[in-house]
């Protein structure tokens, strides 16, 4: 295979195993599935060796084809940042970025910000995805930037801290109107706590003292919902008690919509010392796009904190 069709059977052989399949792929670049087909037979024949396993209901790498994917997908996506850079060099950032953002810190904190920094960078487009997805393949997906509330777990990936995601106990005037104000943990048992929950286990809040002894309650009311905005709009409608990060009610708080309880306390409903991050991979760490979007993030989340 000549140099030019060699890079474009790579492309495409990368393409289909991010997509999954021959047609998605084909979907993908405005080819057949059986002209991808061709293109990777081609470039299998050239190696020496069989990349994909192919059959009727599935598609996989083949031992060799996990190995050369490894090794291709990165050096693709310099390619591709460095052809921006340079075909682009006097326009600034260009092309398309992809981030992937719970929809709390998606919908609240980046989503109002955002015609800000596109307008400071027009040539740029964001393709802003949002989701409650635990673990999120930024490779298979081709995602740019991930913006993951907790702790890193990955070592294989870049995480640049934001900020810290402190979580607080709030509640409206109006709910609070009429009620005795929870002073101590086990005053929630006379309230209606509505909670922020992925799975169907009681929720519980862990409270730590500035003596450091933490209590455990668990805590209970009308409404649990996976949904931060959702749980948010409740709260300012007076549905009752809630634990939300600092940065996703800063402005209700401000604005005196909702008020803080607990400030004698650490709350979290997990673990304490839980960060907002921006991940993405190594082979993004020289991207300019990338560095501007998280420089941006970071301002932002620091801003939401403060």
Not at 54 to 79: N, Q
Not at 96 to 121: D, K, N, S, W
Not at 224 to 244: E, H, W
Not at 260 to 267: A, N
């Amino acid at each position: 295979m000549a140099g030019m069709e060699t890079l474009h059977a790579i492309r495409l052989f990368v393409r289909t195993v991010q997509d999954g399949s021959l047609s998605a792929a084909g979907r993908h670049v405005g080819l057949s599935a059986a002209s991808v087909s061709r293109h990777i037979n081609a470039l299998e024949g050239s190696l020496g060796v069989r990349l994909l396993n192919r059959s009727s209901r599935k598609l996989s790498l083949t031992e060799p084809g996990e190995v050369f994917y490894r090794r291709v997908e990165p050096i693709l996506a310099d390619l591709k940042d460095a052809s921006e850079a340079v075909t682009h060099f006097h326009s600034g950032l260009v092309g398309t970025l992809r981030v992937r953002a719970p929809i709390t810190a998606g919908t609240v904190v980046i989503a109002p910000a955002l015609p800000r920094f596109l307008e400071q960078y027009p040539d740029l487009k964001v393709d802003l995805r949002l989701s409650n997805l635990n673990a999120v393949d930024l490779a298979g997906e081709d995602i740019d930037i991930d913006l993951r509330v907790g702790t890193l777990e990955d070592s294989t990936l870049i995480g640049r801290k934001l900020s810290p995601s402190v979580p607080v106990v709030c509640a409206s005037p109006a709910y609070l109107a009429g009620r005795t104000i929870p002073r101590v943990p086990e005053d929630l048992v006379a309230h209606n706590c509505i909670t922020y929950e992925r799975n169907l286990a009681r929720p519980t809040w862990r409270f730590r003292a500035a003596n450091g002894v933490v209590k455990e309650l668990s805590v209970t009311g009308s409404l649990r919902t996976d949904n931060g905005v959702v749980l948010r709009a409740a709260l300012v409608q007076g549905v009752g008690i809630g634990l939300m990060p600092a940065w996703s009610v800063a402005d209700e708080l401000a604005a005196g919509r909702l008020v803080r309880l607990f400030t004698d306390y650490e709350v979290t409903p997990t673990d304490f010392g839980y960060s907002v991050y921006a991940v993405y991979q190594h082979n993004r760490r020289g991207s300019a796009k990338v560095v501007a979007f998280v420089d941006f993030l970071a301002d932002l989340f620091r801003r939401a904190a403060a």
